[in-house]
């Protein structure tokens, strides 16, 4: 399974982004897809995640209520529409999947490339 992160760039603060991570195989409805951020000299911390079949959704606290995790069945993609962005959300984030939700990275199996993400103040 390959993961394509798309989307990261530069915005001010307060603007938004979404980014785009497209699977090239079948997303099974018991899989989970989310999404990571590595911010400088930080460890990979926990951003969002979704259960492909049922469609719940789960966030980090320091996101909630600003991003947004969604999928579209047909296209096999999770994006996270990233609002009312930070400085601190400043980082690459990283596409993810894997058979079971965690919020520990050792907890997905495949990994997108990264997608760089800066806020500016």
């Known amino acids: 399974v390959q993961l394509q992160a798309s989307g990261g760039g530069l915005v001010q603060a307060g603007g938004s982004l979404i980014l785009s991570c497209a699977s090239s195989?079948?997303?099974?409805?018991?899989?989970?897809m989310g999404w990571f951020r590595r911010a400088p000299g930080k460890e990979r911390d926990f951003v969002a995640a979704?259960?492909?079949?049922?469609?719940?959704?789960y966030y980090a606290d320091s996101v909630k209520g600003r991003f947004s995790i969604s999928r579209d069945n047909a296209k096999n993609t999770v994006y996270l529409q990233m609002n009312s962005l930070k400085s601190e959300d400043t980082a690459i984030y990283y596409c993810?999947?894997?058979?079971?939700?965690?919020?520990?990275?050792?907890?997905?199996?495949?990994w997108g490339q990264g997608t760089l993400v800066t806020v500016s103040s």
């Open positions: 979704i259960r492909w079949g049922v469609g719940n959704t």
């Open positions: 195989e079948r997303t099974y409805s018991s899989s989970v």
């Open positions: 993810t999947r894997g058979v079971r939700y965690s919020r520990e990275w050792s907890g997905y199996t495949y």
